[in-house]
């Protein structure tokens, strides 16, 4: 079996650490269109978590008719 220093199991660690994370890549046609996605790095958070498990709400405020938009 071969020995490996400590010194050099710190270095490997230390890099594994600082290196960037691989961003997976986003499936959606419009990711480039959604800027608000790209301003909080999303496709980083994804590298850490596909959302698996997750429960998430939408909270429906009802509909304006008036409204222009």
Not at 14 to 34: E, G, K, S, T
Not at 45 to 69: F, K, Q, R, Y
């Amino acid at each position: 079996m071969r020995r490996t220093s400590g010194t050099s199991i710190a270095t490997l660690l230390a890099l594994a650490l600082l290196a960037p994370a691989a961003h997976a890549a986003p499936n959606d046609p419009f990711y480039d269109r959604q800027w608000g996605l790209q301003k909080i790095d999303a496709a980083g958070a994804w590298s850490v978590s596909d959302g698996t498990g997750a429960t998430i709400a939408i909270v429906d405020s009802g509909v304006d008719l008036d409204h222009p938009d």
